[in-house]
């Protein structure tokens, strides 16, 4: 079923409004909000949104601060955002804006990578009633398995990072081919994070720990087994300290010839692995 996605503003507390797209889906008892991996434009998610309307939700996805459509000109450049804005301010800014659009219903999320980091660290404040993690890690550089992207990934993170950051104000990362440009502010914090032995639960400015030993909601977390970044190792670095959460764990196996990795589960060409997580959700909502 084809279903009609309404353009929608986010009012956030810290700059312009994000940019974001509704389904309004009829008779729907059960809104989900997705929140996306670092700088993913809301695209990838409109597939896997339209599925989550046939299942009988009304959807919204959305772009972050300085991401995707939600960027102005230079905000690439802007050091004020960073990961832990989009966790701390956008998540809770789309959630309330959720609760406002869809009034009575409940709130599902689904978050992939930093989207869930967010939800968790937020949920005692920005609650919603459950969350499917997708791909979502502690993005420790040592924790990487393969030793080629782990070279990678500590280049990116301690070369080019700093270097171009400090050099030009910006990192080129749709020019270095990976993907659309991000703040550096963003960039950054998350380059720091990465060499810390626990990630951000390392980081004092923050109370990220106990923000997550907090968080007392049904998660699903889904590791996908050729995913080089989002290991079930790594994953379990951020569920191990969620003690009072109702934690499940999925570890998708791609079938011969299939790709799924850190981005591809939403591509619609691998909706085939879609309904354990839109099964999950569904009984979250007839809770």
């Avoid at 810290?14 to 929140?35: E, F, K, N, R």
């Avoid at 004020?80 to 998540?91: G, L, N, Q, Y």
């Avoid at 196996?253 to 309904?275: T, V």
């Amino acid at each position: 079923m084809t279903h009609e996605f309404h353009d929608v503003r986010i009012p956030v507390p810290h700059g312009q409004p994000l940019t974001g797209a509704a389904v309004d889906t009829p008779d729907s008892t059960t809104a989900i909000v997705i929140h996306p991996a670092t700088a993913v434009s809301q695209g990838l998610y409109r597939a896997f949104a339209e599925h989550l309307a046939d299942q009988g939700f009304s959807v919204l996805i959305y772009d972050y601060s300085g991401c995707g459509e939600s960027a102005a000109p230079d905000d690439d450049r802007r050091t004020d955002i960073k990961m832990s804005t989009w966790m701390f301010h956008d998540i809770p800014a789309t959630n309330a804006f959720a609760r406002q659009r869809w009034e009575g219903q409940k709130l599902l999320a689904v978050g992939h990578s930093v989207g869930s980091h967010g939800q968790i660290a937020v949920q005692q404040e920005s609650p919603v009633e459950a969350l499917a993690m997708i791909a979502s890690h502690a993005g420790i550089t040592a924790l990487i398995p393969d030793i080629t992207e782990k070279l990678r990934v500590w280049a990116f993170f301690n070369l080019i990072v700093p270097v171009t950051a400090r050099v030009s104000g910006r990192v080129p990362v749709q020019q270095l081919g990976m993907g659309k440009p991000i703040p550096v502010g963003s960039l950054t914090q998350w380059s720091r994070w990465s060499r810390r032995p626990q990630y951000f639960f390392d980081d004092p400015d923050f109370d990220l720990a106990d923000r997550y030993a907090a968080a007392d909601f049904p998660v699903q977390s889904t590791c996908f087994t050729d995913d080089l970044w989002a290991t079930r190792k790594a994953a379990s670095v951020l569920t191990d300290r969620m003690t009072a959460a109702d934690l499940t764990t999925l570890d998708v196996a791609p079938e011969p010839g299939d790709k799924l990795g850190h981005m591809d589960f939403f591509r619609s060409r691998n909706s085939g692995y879609w309904s354990p997580v839109s099964d999950w959700l569904k009984r979250q909502s007839a809770r």
